[in-house]
């Protein structure tokens, strides 16, 4: 051992983005990660990770069709698909509502896996009463996914895909609660919104709109529509993100000076775009033009207001293509008229659409677009399939790179980090079915040894799917999945801490072994507690892609992690194997693993059985009364 660090946190109640993809070929087949079909967490069901590269999805537009798109029609319903000739509603595949109309390419994918119900312009009500029919439902920015309608879906919904990148239209907390995953579609339509941003831009600075509508009415007006030049001016980038990045980076190509604000932003990425990070102070009060790539959240709502616009250069001009809310539009209004501001391009607004006299809508000094960011036909069909893929691969069990409320760990993480994924579960699901009274667990403790160093060392989904696998058992039938294990765990009272421990070890294993302990509970089996502390400890290992237990207590052990598992606490004696393999044999259960651990020759010992199959309690009451076996319990893995 070289060195340790711990750190201790309660479980927030939700998780950020981007799980990807593994490419891991050691490991055998796995059940879905997210137990997505319904009914599917008892307490007897092992949960492990299903990995896929997103090329995959893309085999499957090759698939034929045999599904129908399922129509409606209500008051509230316009436009929807005809339904494919031949085809019918299939009860055995998932059904998909699409609330908001979607490029053809992601909706030919969708129904070659469920079956899918375009029904347009839903009101809430109308949406509260479909939603509980449906495993899925992808919106735009119109649809407003409620806690009603996570409250109405009664448990079947689990997956929502935003077709787009903002989900400001999603209660991301109610879906976390109610273990439904939530995936955007972030990269499709990147460059569309930049190259508006950009449009939007020149078009303001040479007054192109204005200068148009003059022309058309029989006008002539040279001298009025004078602009301004981009080239060597200011342009202050609020939010240095997927957008933002491109933003700058085109107009870096127009010869302008390039800041911009964003507290999460990489230096050394900002760095080599040739673009300076500056606070938002300095941003707002030193740009000619300023551009906003933001995200709505309570911290950026209304953001430019009177106060930050008293600040800003006298005649700067404003972009936003990100989200109407994070401008106080009645304050910009006021700031056009006062001529603080010179003109304003906005493709977003607080209320979508505005109302038709809005002021600022009609503004002399204002262009104004139809939330037209993403509308280019290559970006309608480039979301329609990233958000049809990550919603079909939802469905299959296979965790989305775009998953915005669960682990966020980056892809060659994950594919290093697969094999452990399910010896992490398992260990959880473990060791709180040896501690007794389940629901007095208050505090565990996770140790991970590895060759790397600790800051090296990604343990987020690891820690999730300990967490799931000790709160699964003693939910009280709730649905448990790796969306709302941490909230419920929080809900619990339940503490995780974490050290890592460098050890001397094959750096090619980026975890060497997971040890949990539960402390200040009791045992249904004795031998499980060990150290001053007596804790409840488990410890695993993976070996040729195969999960495997290692540590039982104080007795090593060494027993894949494969069916269920029998713990036998005895005198260290020949025959014992024989004896107790006669029992089960006697039942038909089948021993796929064996392994016994000493304290020392003829003194105690543990027996670690795996079997495939679950014995019955005449059964187990046999082994019980082997003169030689002095406890042990029977563990659903």
Known sequence: MASSSTTNSILSPSFLSGLANSTSTDSPRPPSLLSFLPNSSSSSTAVSIKLSDRRSCHSRRSRPVTNAVKTTSSPSSTAAPTETPGASHDASRPTILVSEKLGSAGLDLLRGFGNVDCSYDLLPEDLCRKISSC??????????????VFEAAKGRLKVVGRAGVGIDNVDLQAATEFGCLVVNAPTANTVAAAEHGIALLAAMARNVAQADASVKSGKWERSKYVGVSMVGKTLAVMGFGKVGSEVARRAKGLG?????????????????MGVELVSFEQAISTADFIS????????????LNDDTFAKMKPGVRIVNVARGGVIDEDALVRALDSGKVAQAALD???QEPPPKDSKLVQHERVIATPHLGASTKEAQ?????EIAEAVVGALNGELSATAVNAPMVPPEVLSALAPFVTLAEKLGRLAVQLASGGEGIKSVKVVYRSSRDPDDLDTRLLRAMITKGIIEPISD?????????????????LRISEERIVVDASPEMPVHSIEVLMSNVDSKFGSAVAGEGGDVVVEGRVKYGVPHLTKVGGFEVDVSLEGNLILCRQVDRPGMIGEVGNILGED??????MSVGRMARKKQAIMAIGVDEEPQELTLSKIGKVSAVEEFVFLKL
């Open 135 to 148: 495993d899925a439902l992808i919106v735009r920015s119109g649809t407003k996914v409620t806690r009603e």
């Open 256 to 272: 302008m000076h390039v800041i911009s604000h964003d507290p999460y932003a990489p230096a050394d990425r900002a760095r080599a």
């Open 292 to 303: 906003l790539h933001m995200p709505l959240t309570p911290t950026t709502r209304k953001i």
């Open 348 to 350: 977003v607004f607080s």
């Open 381 to 385: 069909e480039g979301v329609a399939i």
């Open 477 to 493: 039938g709730s649905y448990v999945n790796l969306v709302n294990a941490d909230f419920i765990a929080k809900q619990k009272g």
């Open 588 to 593: 038909n259960v089948n021993v796929n693993f």
